[in-house]
T-cell receptor
Framework: SAVISQKPSRDICQRGTSLTIQCQVDSQVTMMFWYRQQPGQSLTLIATANQGSEATYESGFVIDKFPISRPNLTFSTLTVSNMSPEDSSIYLC??????????FGPGTRLTVT | GENVEQHPSTLSVQEGDSAVIKCTYSDSASNYFPWYKQELGKGPQLIIDIRSNVGEKKDQRIAVTLNKTAKHFSLHITETQPEDSAVYFCAATGGGGADGLTFGKGTHLIIQP
């Protein structure tokens, strides 16, 4: 499967600031997604990162809060804007490859103080 | 939208015994059902999946069964080992896996030595 890396692996940020998370894949992939995993909880889909066009957001997530870029088939960024303590979560990117299997990166652990 | 229920939330078994985790889904259009294992501090790892045209799939000690009529699927782990201890998530999606996933709430599997 593809090797997926995320930067940063973890960060502690102050409320009101923004953080951009990077997701890098070692091969070209068509489908990329961003998920959020709140502490001790399950994963929730934030958006589909579409290459060359605007991301498709799930109900409850908006572009102003979680802007996403996908400049090419190997890279995407997710920005968490104007952060509050409720944004403290693990943010994960995933890619689809092969026979439609979905693989996840290691995650970015965000704490907002 | 899709809703996935997962039970139990915690499962403790003796080493060498079998473990079964069950999930139900609501959307009859869902056709791809992966299972993930998540260890502490890591991203989810795909361990097995099943598509709607198959009733059962096995990979060594792990098997998954699907009942489309009842809209439920199960993960079976035989001859459990200490390294099987982790949180397991089931998920469902339509689009054959090319869409974002809807996850269950997770099962914390504890293997007692």
């Amino acid at each position: 499967s593809a090797v997926i890396s995320q930067k940063p692996s973890r960060d502690i940020c102050q409320r009101g600031t923004s953080l951009t998370i990077q997701c890098q894949v070692d091969s070209q992939v068509t489908m990329m997604f961003w998920y959020r995993q709140q502490p001790g909880q399950s994963l929730t889909l934030i958006a589909t990162a579409n290459q060359g066009s605007e991301a498709t957001y799930e109900s409850g997530f908006v572009i102003d809060k979680f802007p996403i870029s996908r400049p090419n088939l190997t890279f995407s960024t997710l920005t968490v804007s104007n952060m509050s303590p409720e944004d403290s979560s693990i943010y994960l990117c995933s890619v689809v490859e092969g026979a439609r299997e979905q693989y996840f990166g290691p995650g970015t652990r965000l704490t907002v103080t | 939208g899709e809703n996935v229920e997962q039970h139990p939330s915690t499962l403790s078994v003796q080493e060498g015994d079998s473990a079964v985790i069950k999930c139900t889904y609501s959307d009859s259009a869902s056709n791809y059902f992966p299972w993930y294992k998540q260890e502490l501090g890591k991203g989810p790892q795909l361990i097995i999946d099943i598509r709607s045209n198959v009733g059962e799939k096995k990979d060594q000690r792990i098997a998954v069964t699907l009942n489309k009529t009842a809209k439920h699927f199960s993960l079976h782990i035989t001859e459990t080992q200490p390294e099987d201890s982790a949180v397991y998530f089931c998920a469902a999606t339509g689009g054959g896996g090319a869409d974002g996933l809807t996850f269950g709430k997770g099962t914390h599997l504890i293997i007692q030595p």
